[in-house]
């Protein structure tokens, strides 16, 4: 079982930053990927960006540049700090894992742009 909490959402104007954190309740350093993933309104959810155990990143092309992930094991920690944010990233941003066969979501965090 995997717990994951979700903080650092809330109201920013368009070309500011925010900085997501999700902590798990026990150690991340054995989770082969944690990604934070985001539900616009009346969209489905998607992947925004993943970080591999050992580092390696991925970011879908319309945070590229502005979105870095980013985790601290000895915190079971992971971050998104995001930067240049426009109105069309609005949404609940969730943290997601994968780990001993099933998958973990945190009960996300809202994000609102205003432009």
């Known amino acids: 079982q995997v717990q994951l909490v979700e903080s650092g959402g809330g109201l920013v104007q368009a070309g500011g930053s925010l900085r997501l954190s999700c902590t798990a309740s026990?150690?991340?350093?054995?989770?082969?990927?944690m990604a934070w993933h985001r539900q616009a309104p009346g969209k489905q959810r998607q992947l925004v960006a993943r970080?591999?155990?050992?580092?390696?990143?991925y970011y879908v092309d319309a945070v590229k540049g502005r979105f870095t992930i980013s985790r601290d094991n000895a915190k079971n920690t992971v971050y998104l700090q995001m930067n240049s944010l426009k109105p069309e990233d609005t949404g609940v941003y969730y943290c997601?894992?994968?780990?001993?066969?099933?998958?973990?979501w945190g009960q996300g965090t809202q994000v609102t742009v205003s432009s």
């Open positions: 997601y894992c994968y780990a001993d066969l099933n998958n973990y």
């Open positions: 026990r150690s991340i350093s054995s989770i082969n990927f």
């Open positions: 970080i591999g155990s050992g580092g390696s990143t």
